[in-house]
């Protein structure tokens, strides 16, 4: 064995996830042939992946929603691996766009950030929005005021 | 989090997968090879992306499957440092907290990357965090969010029982590919804490 590349691109946990359920449905497929023998190593890692994964945001992805995404944020100047955190985790509410973007505060205005948010959900819809959104204002907010990041709710 | 390697191997197909299409036998060999494994200064193999080349194959003289060099694209599981990922608490003790990701579970945050003012709770056996008068678990199972601040990997050798002591078998290998992180940060910690 020898690696040409280490790393010759980074892949979206929707990639991923594709891939993974292309191999899920191949084994699936051969289950059938009782002489061929699925090799248990693929078996454990497709089973927790998938698991994983399906848990994550990207189970609602598809391939249009990520290009809409990349398109609405090609107007922010955001490095590669922010996107693709943006892509993977979905951020919500503004805490969590801080923590992907480095020195945000220095490289984007507030109104910026809120912009880049309200792209990421009509980019990426999901169902359990509303309801989770729900679940924050019930929840009490200890942490108010600190840092002046307002939990948004929009 | 997760990153393509170009690799570029010799594969052998038995036989048994001469029915299929040469790239889904290779296919089937990548996987089996490599998934679920750690490539040192690579990662955690997850699975073949695609193949890029193959050569036409040999057989030698007297076996009965062919030798294939192929070159692949292998997705695997490295996150950058500094990357914000989601797992879920294992388990808890007064160094630290381990979490799991479930396909990937040596992660490590270490009690100096705990939020200022947390502390061990040695008969409830989790973390806390006191914050302004509020006591905040982490209790097993919580999922969360935590920034990778280096990773490790370990040379391993297949583990080798020593002349003398047949019956000490270490009960524990130490992990050939770990993350460090922390939870120190606003963001950070539990997802219900945001």
Redesign the interface.
């Known amino acids: 064995m020898e690696v040409l590349n280490r790393q010759e691109a980074l892949v979206t946990n929707y990639e991923v996830l594709m891939v993974l359920q292309e191999e899920d449905q191949r084994h699936k497929k051969t289950k059938s042939a009782p002489f061929v023998k699925y090799p248990e190593n693929v078996n454990t890692l497709k089973f927790e992946a998938l698991q994983y994964l399906n848990s994550t945001s990207c189970a609602t992805q598809s391939a249009e929603q990520i290009l809409a995404l990349k398109k609405g944020l090609a107007g922010f100047d955001l490095t590669k691996a922010e996107v693709l955190q943006i892509i993977n985790l979905r951020p919500k509410k503004q805490v969590e766009l801080y923590l992907i973007i480095e020195e945000c505060e220095e490289r984007f205005e507030s109104k910026d950030v809120e912009d880049i948010l309200r792209v990421v959900t009509s980019a990426l819809p999901r169902d359990d929005d509303e309801e989770e959104d729900g679940e924050d204002d019930n929840m009490e907010d200890g942490e108010q005021g600190e840092d002046e990041m307002d939990v948004d709710n929009s | ?9 010799t594969l052998k197909i038995v036989p ?1 997968e001469f029915t299929k299409s040469r790239e ?1 036998a290779l296919k089937y060999e990548i ?2 090879k490599y ?3 750690v ?1 040192h ?2 990662g955690l193999c ?2 073949v ?1 695609d193949i890029l080349e193959i050569d036409e194959g040999y057989v030698q003289h007297s076996e009965g499957w062919i030798w294939v060099k192929v ?1 692949f ?1 292998l ?1 695997v599981f ?1 996150p ?1 440092k ?3 990922l ?1 797992g879920r608490i294992r388990s808890a003790s007064p160094e630290g907290i381990q979490v799991s ?3 990937f579970d040596d992660i490590t945050i270490s009690a100096d990357q705990m939020p200022v003012g947390s502390e061990y709770n040695g008969t409830e056996g989790v973390w806390v965090w006191r ?4 006591e905040l678990f982490m209790d097993l199972d919580e999922q969360v ?1 935590f ?1 990778v601040l280096d990773s490790a990997f370990l040379d391993v050798n297949p583990p080798r029982p020593k002349i003398g002591d047949v019956d000490s078998v270490p009960a524990s290998h130490p992990p050939p590919y770990s993350l460090i992180c922390t939870i120190a ?4 910690g539990l997802l ?3």
């Not at chain 2, 989090?1 to 191997?9: N, S």
């Not at chain 2, 914050?131 to 509020?134: C, P, V």
């Not at chain 2, 940060?185 to 950070?188: F, P, R």
């Open positions: 989090m997760f990153v393509l390697a170009v690799l570029r191997d048994s889904e996987n089996r998934a679920n494994r490539l200064d690579i997850m699975m992306h070159i694209r997705i490295r950058f500094d990357e914000i989601v990701m479930g396909f914050y302004e008068g509020n969010r920034q940060g606003d963001g950070l219900t804490w945001w």
